[in-house]
């Protein structure tokens, strides 16, 4: 597709409950990025992929958290026994290459409310 | 401390007024750095980025690095109320795939 698309646009779990977010990058892009916006601020990195790879995961939490980007699939964020401070926006982004100046399209992002 | 510091606002100003946003940043590998503009509900969206130190224009908006301060400006002339949004600036070392790092964000706000 021609925009980065996010599922759901809202999200709403109980306390300790499970989340699964969905990204499907634009179609040719290698490079998928993702966010977390706590508060409508603070855009914190939790991790990209390079295709299905792995690239950079050093803003992920260690626990709970967990993302995948296979072949043919959108590419998924989930976090196991949601907690209240997970609540934020949490936005994708893909771009064509990995070059430093190259534009990152975001998605609209996936609101995920733990209650 | 954080790695970009950005003040949160809001920030109201009468259409027409000259607008100006900074961030201050501590990383001095950071080469690129950018402006976004994220409307409500919505994903933040490039509007300017630049390499160097100097300025950079492009239409109503002029886009100010100065790397051995460690200072970044945007300036918007002639606002609109359709520039009201939130404005991000954001870095990125010079690498591959390398992560940007947002400031926290202004939320801006221009008086018809």
């Known amino acids: 597709g021609e925009e980065v698309a996010q599922t759901p646009k809202h999200l709403v779990r109980g306390e300790g409950q499970k989340a699964k977010l969905y990204c499907a990058p634009i179609?040719?892009?290698?490079?998928v990025f993702w966010y977390q916006q706590v508060l409508k601020n603070e855009f914190k990195f939790l991790i990209s992929?390079?295709?299905?790879?792995?690239?950079?995961e050093t803003g992920m939490p260690k626990e709970r958290f967990s993302a995948k980007c296979l072949p043919n699939s959108p590419c998924s964020l989930e976090i196991q026994a949601t907690k209240l401070e997970d609540s934020a926006v949490y936005f994708c982004a893909s771009s064509l290459t990995g070059a430093t100046n190259e534009k990152l399209f975001f998605g609209s992002g996936t609101q995920l409310s733990v209650l | 401390q954080k790695e970009v510091e950005q003040d949160p606002g809001p920030l109201s100003v009468p259409e027409g007024a000259i607008v100006s946003l900074n961030c201050t940043y501590s990383?001095?590998?950071?080469?690129?750095f950018m402006w976004y503009r994220q409307y409500s509900r919505k994903g933040p969206e490039l509007l300017m980025y630049?390499?160097?130190?100097g300025n950079k224009e492009d239409g109503r908006f002029t886009a100010q690095v100065d790397k051995s301060s460690k200072y970044i400006s945007l300036f918007i002339r002639d606002s609109q109320p359709s520039d009201s949004a939130t404005y991000l600036c954001?870095?990125?070392?010079?690498?591959?795939?390398?992560?940007?790092?947002f400031g926290s964000g202004t939320r801006l706000s221009i008086r018809p």
């Open positions: 992929f390079q295709n299905e790879n792995v690239f950079d």
């Open positions: 954001a870095m990125r070392v010079y690498s591959s795939a390398s992560k940007i790092i």
């Open positions: 179609k040719g892009h290698s490079y």
């Open positions: 630049t390499y160097s130190s």
């Open positions: 990383n001095s590998a950071f080469q690129y």
